[in-house]
C-alpha cells in the first residue's frame, strides 16, 4: 500500500491532519525525536541523523522560548523605565516583544550601531537573539532577562556577564 500511494499519489486524497497536545506532550515528543536522531548518529556517524538532532533541538529551543513570551511581556511593563537586555530565543518573540525596534539577530545589518545608541544612553533596551557574546561592551546595564537557557554554562555566563557590572543588577531567568 505504502509503494503504491508514493507511485500514485494522484490518485489519493490529499489529507489534513491535526494533532492536539499539551506543551508537555509536545516537549516529550520532541525530546524523544532529539534523543532518537543524537542516539543513531552516534551509532553510525552519518552528518544527516546529526542536522536532523540539531535541528530538532533548535526547535524545542524556539518552542519552549514562545511559550514565555507572554511573561517576559508582563515583566518588561514593570521595567520599562529601567537600562535592559532581553536575551530571546527566537528572531521572531524578538521582534514581537520590541515591535522591531532596538533588535540585534543575524537579520540586522546595523547592529553596531544600535549597540553605539545603547551606550550612548539614545536608547535603553535592547532584544537580542544569540548575540553579543564576547567583545561587546555594554554601559549600564541594570536589568537582564534571560529568556531560555542554552546548552553551555559559557554562554549564560557571558549573558550574565554583561548585567553584573551594573551597581545593583537584576537578572531574571525564566
Not at 525530546?31 to 546529526?50: A, D, H, S, V
Not at 536532523?52 to 523605565?81: C, M, P, Q
Not at 533588535?103 to 553596531?112: A, G, N, P, R
Amino acid at each position: 500500500d505504502r509503494f503504491k500511494y508514493i507511485s500514485d499519489k494522484k490518485n489519493y486524497i490529499d489529507l489534513n491532519l491535526e494533532i492536539s497536545c499539551t506543551y508537555k506532550e509536545k516537549n516529550d515528543y520532541l525530546t524523544g525525536l532529539i534523543e532518537f536522531y543524537k542516539k543513531r548518529y552516534f551509532i553510525t556517524k552519518n552528518q544527516i541523523w546529526k542536522n536532523k538532532w540539531l535541528l530538532l533541538g533548535s526547535e524545542r529551543k524556539r518552542f519552549l522560548a514562545n511559550l514565555k513570551t507572554e511573561i517576559v511581556k508582563n515583566l518588561i511593563n514593570k521595567i520599562k523605565d529601567k537600562r535592559y537586555i532581553c536575551f530571546t530565543g527566537s528572531i521572531e518573540q524578538a521582534n514581537y516583544l520590541s515591535k522591531n525596534v532596538n533588535v540585534i539577530h543575524s537579520q540586522v545589518k546595523d547592529s553596531d550601531s544600535i549597540i553605539n545608541s545603547f551606550n550612548n544612553g539614545n536608547i535603553n533596551h535592547l532584544y537580542v537573539v544569540d548575540m553579543l557574546r564576547e567583545g561587546q561592551n555594554l554601559n549600564n546595564v541594570e536589568v537582564g532577562i534571560i529568556v531560555q537557557l542554552d546548552g553551555e554554562i559559557g554562554r549564560f555566563i557571558q549573558k550574565s556577564g554583561r548585567i553584573m557590572r551594573a551597581k545593583n543588577p537584576e537578572i531574571f531567568v525564566l
